[in-house]
T-cell receptor, first 112, second 111 residues
Framework: DVKVTQSSRYLVKRTGEKVFLECVQD?????MFWYRQDPGLGLRLIYF???????EKGDIPEGYSVSREKKERFSLILESASTNQTSMYLC???????????FGSGTRLTVV | DAKTTQPTSMDCAEGRAANLPCNHS???????VYWYRQIHSQGPQYIIH???NNETNEMASLIITEDRKSSTLILPHATLRDTAVYYC????????????FGAGTTVTVRA
């Protein structure tokens, strides 16, 4: 069964900490994505990558960075966590259009 | 990418077909229609996609009108496990990367 695996299901971090969210896919997909999901705001794209070492800003990149050193792994980095980054973070991967995305189960991050 | 309009919520009886409408009147010729669903506290799940022909897979059927301005997702025999938020999304072939999710339709399947 193909999978997108996010390293943590729940995470609690302190304000100002540097936070790493890891995502690994086993489908040899070119594209990988990070979304956050908040009540009333839906899913919003933070960053995406269409190739190793390539990255593009999504709709809400401020306060985040990403790293893709290997095709199967895409990391989201919160440089200095803040309480407004408390959210559900979802990683996804896809081959080229028209195929669909496969999402991970999500990481619920709480910043205190 | 074209915008979509879906009803906010709908109920369905268990064992009956659930027909989920989506309006995408500004869709252009190179845009696909995708459906995803999200069960509570899980990541979204891909269901089906189509360009202009009707499509069917093990999960659902997708009916696209001839003018492509609307579509219907059909869950043939709804079960309680189909209770979820269903998202209809249009996406251009040239736009390989971005998938924009709207508010979706909250479907509640009742016993």
């Amino acid at each position: 069964d193909v999978k997108v695996t996010q390293s943590s299901r729940y995470l609690v971090k302190r304000t100002g900490e540097k936070v790493f969210l890891e995502c690994v896919q086993d489908m040899d997909h070119e594209n990988m994505f990070w979304y956050r999901q908040d009540p009333g705001l839906g899913l919003r794209l933070i960053y995406f990558s269409y190739d190793v070492k390539m990255k593009e800003k999504g709709d809400i990149p401020e306060g985040y960075s990403v790293s893709r050193e290997k095709k199967e792994r895409f990391s989201l980095i919160l440089e200095s966590a803040s309480t407004n980054q408390t959210s559900m973070y979802l990683c996804a991967s896809s081959p080229q259009v028209p195929y669909g995305y496969t999402f991970g189960s999500g990481t619920r991050l709480t910043v205190v | 990418d074209a915008k979509t309009t879906q009803p906010t919520s709908m109920d369905c009886a268990e064992g009956r077909a659930a027909n989920l409408p989506c309006n995408h009147s500004t869709i252009s010729g190179n845009e696909y229609v995708y459906w995803y669903r999200q069960i509570h506290s899980q990541g979204p799940q891909y269901i089906i996609h189509g360009l202009k022909n009707n499509e069917t897979n093990e999960m659902a059927s997708l009916i696209i009108t001839e003018d492509r301005k609307s579509s219907t997702l059909i869950l043939p025999h709804a079960t309680l496990r189909d209770t979820a938020v269903y998202y209809c999304i249009v996406r251009a072939r040239s736009n390989d990367y971005k998938l924009s999710f709207g508010a979706g339709t909250t479907v509640t399947v009742r016993a």
